[in-house]
Each structure stands twice: as structure tokens, then as C-alpha cells.
């Protein structure tokens, strides 16, 4: 696994940490806001890997 890739995982699993350990802070709103932008970046991430795919990457 190169340096790069682990950064992003390890950076989502921290973001995932953040959330789970404030999550009593935050209101049914904010966690929505949350959701709708982590979909977001999923989607974006499900065109990027069929576009790599695509390209024979």
C-alpha cells in the first residue's frame, strides 16, 4: 500500500473517530449535513475508481 493511499484511509478513519466521539454534540441537522457530504464523497470515489478502471489503471 503506498504512503498516499495510507494517508487517506487513515485520515477517514480519523474523521470517523472525530465524529463517533462527538456525536453527542451534534443534532440530528449537523449529523444530516454530515451524512449528505460523506455521500458525496463516496459517490465521487465510486466515478474515480470506474474511471481508473476504465483507463486500466
Known amino acids: ?3 498516499l493511499k495510507k494517508d ?3 485520515a ?7 465524529i463517533l466521539t ?3 454534540n451534534l443534532n ?3 449529523l ?3 451524512k449528505k457530504h460523506a ?5 465521487t470515489l465510486v ?3 470506474y474511471a481508473a478502471e476504465e483507463a486500466g489503471r
Open 39 to 43: 455521500g458525496d464523497l463516496y459517490e
Open 22 to 24: 462527538n456525536s453527542d
Open 12 to 18: 477517514i478513519d480519523n474523521l470517523k473517530i472525530d
Open 47 to 49: 466515478w474515480l475508481q
Open 8 to 10: 487517506f484511509i487513515l
Open 28 to 30: 440530528s441537522y449537523e
Open 1 to 3: 500500500m503506498n504512503r
Open 32 to 34: 444530516g449535513n454530515i
